[in-house]
């Protein structure tokens, strides 16, 4: 396909997700079957331009002057395929299958820059009533830390102690330029290919059937490893979810003891089965989805307990830049609501001494500093651990520092530690 071709196939899924209502991945999936002539560069291609699109919607409907689906296209090609106003305009010249030209109001726009004067929700590229939660958690470093979240998500893999080495994974895998992250001791990251549109499909390599990696981001290999299990304990993942962490945690046992791994839903519990084999984590128990009479039956058994919370999504605005502009109100409320509940599940589950790791992908002070300070409310046997010590032991080095300033509990995000955005609270209950 040429630019111009590209170009409105990117107009026309925006336009099916702001009509239809309907996720960006979906959308992108629905185009790509009804065009089967489109080749794996084309849809790659198309792809990074919706995303970036929605990465970067508020600030391009500002400079635009509309939020219209092709004032969203138009204004990401730029970035997207680095392309200048003058090369925007040749490309959109009417022809078969190509945009219509630009007008004199779309050329300005282009042209426009944000500068000091650009409200801050619109340099951050974040919905406006989230800008008083966001502005407290960062304050000056709002735009900063706003626009690493409207950037591309890196790819990052866990290497499986349990099958393999990062030394190991990374020769398999040295066509794909592979090198460690400083945070996760067991983890690489995928060089970008400049120029390139697409993410190489890392699934599809021998190693990862073998068993030798996951695809999972530094921030959540980082918060699996402050979780403080270990060989021979009793430890409860409770919203495993497909099970990221549950792998993470079982290597961390190095297959003693035993990890249970629960989650309420059971359509987002069902892959972990395929993942454990894979993997070769023998010591997971897995309970029945939404049984909690099984959970009732564990209660204050467990050493360490993971709560990888449901939450907003904002720590991953990179990777779901739809879900930005789709959060409202209520579902904030909702989330807020069932985080209290898992919170409570949790606490019951923990041994007197035990830890409890709460986890969010989110930097919402309302999901995050604010729970923990209604738990240990509601909790006073529960208190808040030093998350420095405990980087220090888990991971043998110094620990950074939060997002947001804080010392007990930590924030990664993508502008200060190049990673997704994750909270992490580790709570410790008082011995009986």
Partial sequence: MRAGGRVQAAIDILQAIAEQHRPAPQALADWGRQHRFAGSGDRAAIGNLVYDALRRRRSIAWRMGTDA??????????????????????????????????????????????????????????????????????????????????????????????????????????????????????????????????????????AHGKGWFEVQDAGSQVAAALSGAGPRMQVMDLCAGAGGKTLALAAMMQNTGQLHAYDADKQRFRPIFARLKRAGARNVQTLTPGAVDELEALQERMHCVLVDAPCSGSGVWRRRPDAKWRLKPQALADRIEEQRNV?????????????????????????????????????????????????????????????????????LTPASHRVDGFFIALLQRAQA
Avoid: M
């Fill in 69 to 206: 689906p092709r004032a969203l296209a138009l204004g990401a090609c730029g970035a997207t395929f680095d392309l200048t106003v003058e090369e925007i305009d040749q490309l959109a010249d009417g022809s078969q299958h190509a945009p219509a030209p630009l007008s004199e109001d779309e050329r300005e726009g282009l042209r426009r820059p944000l500068d000091a004067t650009t409200p801050d929700d619109v340099a951050a590229d974040v919905p406006a009533w989230l800008l008083e939660p966001l502005q407290r958690v960062f304050g000056a470093r709002l735009v900063e830390e706003g626009q690493a979240l409207a950037q591309r998500a890196t790819l990052d893999l866990r290497v499986n102690t349990l099958r393999a080495t990062p030394e190991k994974v990374a020769k398999a895998l040295h066509p794909l330029r592979v090198h460690a992250v400083p945070l996760a001791p067991h983890g690489l990251r995928v060089q970008p290919v400049r120029d390139s549109q697409r993410t190489p499909h890392v699934e599809a390599e021998p």
């Fill in 343 to 411: 919170l409570t599940q949790a606490a019951k589950l923990v041994r007197p001494g035990g830890r409890l790791t709460y986890v969010t992908c989110s930097v919402l002070p309302e999901e995050n500093v604010d729970q923990i300070a209604w738990f240990c409310a509601q909790h006073p046997d529960f208190t808040t651990l030093d998350y420095a010590q405990a980087w220090r032991d888990a991971l043998g080095d110094e620990p950074p520092s939060s997002a947001d300033g804080r010392h007990d509990t930590l924030l």
